[in-house]
């Protein structure tokens, strides 16, 4: 067929006499209702202990009903769960100076899946190339964090902090390649892994570069943070989690001009898009065929701002992916824990592009 006649009216029909057909799907798995309720409090005591120490501390309790696919126990697509959930935190901070503390905290977090995720509904994904399908046996995560931190406040508006973490997931979700079936019916589906854990560090800051005269607009921030997370058994870490974070920042600002630009940068360690071939059960046990990894890519973003009409006004640009990197998703066939194009094998590839936003905002 001629390409620039694909598009003609004349074959676009029924199905039975044209090339083309749009009809609707009857297959029930694609019809389900979804309905979920958080009903949740909170007691919360903040005590100081002396004049250094400050300990604040409490519960949450929730309450989570939900229902997905259909509200008839007898209808297969009916997935229904109640689950009651007492969530304590603490953090304790002990006041070193009056520009240092010490602060150790410690919390209890669920996670929990998505409709989507619980339904048994399928859906074809044109960048995996393959359907997705949900798990109607999936359960919450509950995740365990505990923290200590030092922190450091040498004056307005400039803040230092260097800390360690520990985070422990029971249950997490991830997302596996399912080929159960035969030529191309591959499927991904959600599953709930046993457990994973995670520790490392991560330090903060925020400094005024007003040192110098030529820099005394200038404000320097960002973040690092080192993550080791495994699942164990596994030799791997969690779908999604990287082994690092890279934030950093710099801002000018002319006040009394209402003038403030940014210049932003990140970037990722590499991570799992999604994990190898998993067992049937409903629990990760091995991953006979290989995982799709992201590799890292930097992006920058530029934001500038201007307050106008007397202040009330605000005019805005911001250019996002200034760089406009390609975003590439691997197999690691070499096992160097980085992409090689000419030994691993490029799943997807993206190009997310730049984009320039400009708004305007006015307060009365």
């Given amino acids: 067929m001629d390409q620039s006649s694909v598009f003609a009216t004349e074959n676009f029909g029924n199905g039975f006499d044209n090339l083309f057909a749009f009809n609707e799907i009857f297959d029930y798995r694609y019809r389900y209702v979804a309905n979920s309720i958080l009903n949740a409090g909170f007691l919360q005591f903040d005590q100081p202990v002396g004049e250094k120490t400050r300990i604040v501390w409490g519960a949450r309790l929730e309450h989570f009903d939900q229902v997905v696919g259909s509200m008839e126990k007898n209808d297969p697509r009916h997935v229904y769960s109640k689950k009651m959930d007492v969530l304590p935190g603490m953090n304790l901070t002990y006041k070193l100076n009056n520009k240092t503390n010490i602060r150790?905290?410690?919390?209890q977090t669920v996670i929990r899946p998505e409709f989507r995720e619980l339904s048994a509904f399928s859906f074809y994904d044109f960048d995996l190339g393959a359907t997705v399908t949900g798990e109607p046996n999936l359960v919450r995560t509950k995740v365990t964090n505990?923290?200590?931190?030092?922190?450091?406040y040498p004056a307005g508006g400039e803040m230092f902090t260097v800390g360690v973490f520990y985070k422990?997931?029971?249950n997490p979700i991830e997302l596996f390649f399912n080929q159960s079936g035969a030529g191309s019916s591959s499927t991904f589906n959600y599953l709930?892994?046993?457990?994973?854990?995670?520790y490392g560090a991560e330090l903060e800051f925020r400094k005024k570069l007003d040192f110098n005269s030529t820099l005394k607009n200038f404000t320097a921030h960002g973040n690092v943070s080192y993550i080791y997370n495994r699942i164990p058994g596994l030799n791997r870490?969690?779908?999604?989690?990287?082994?690092?974070?890279?934030?950093?920042?710099?801002?000018y600002d002319l006040q009394k001009h209402g003038l403030s630009t940014t210049l932003l940068f990140n970037q990722i360690g590499r991570r799992i898009y999604y994990v190898g071939t998993a067992s049937n059960s409903g629990q990760v046990i091995?991953?006979?065929?290989?995982?799709?990894?992201?590799?890292p890519r930097a992006i920058l973003d530029f934001q500038v701002s201007k307050k106008i009409i007397q202040g009330k006004g605000e005019l805005r640009l911001n250019v996002s992916d200034i760089l406009n990197q390609k975003a590439k998703f691997y197999h690691d066939l070499n096992g160097n824990k980085k992409y090689d194009k000419k030994e691993d094998a490029?799943?997807?590839r993206r190009i997310y592009g730049t984009n320039i936003s400009i708004s305007f905002a006015y307060g009365f």
Avoid: C, H
Wanted: proline share 8%; net charge negative; aromatic share 12%.
């Fill in 192 to 198: 709930n892994a046993t457990e994973a854990s995670s």
């Fill in 286 to 295: 091995s991953d006979n065929y290989p995982p799709v990894w992201e590799a």
């Fill in 237 to 251: 870490p969690m779908q999604g989690q990287s082994p690092y974070l890279l934030n950093l920042g710099l801002q």
């Fill in 168 to 170: 422990y997931f029971k």
């Fill in 146 to 152: 505990a923290d200590i931190r030092y922190e450091l």
């Fill in 346 to 348: 490029l799943a997807i």
């Fill in 104 to 107: 150790v905290s410690a919390s």
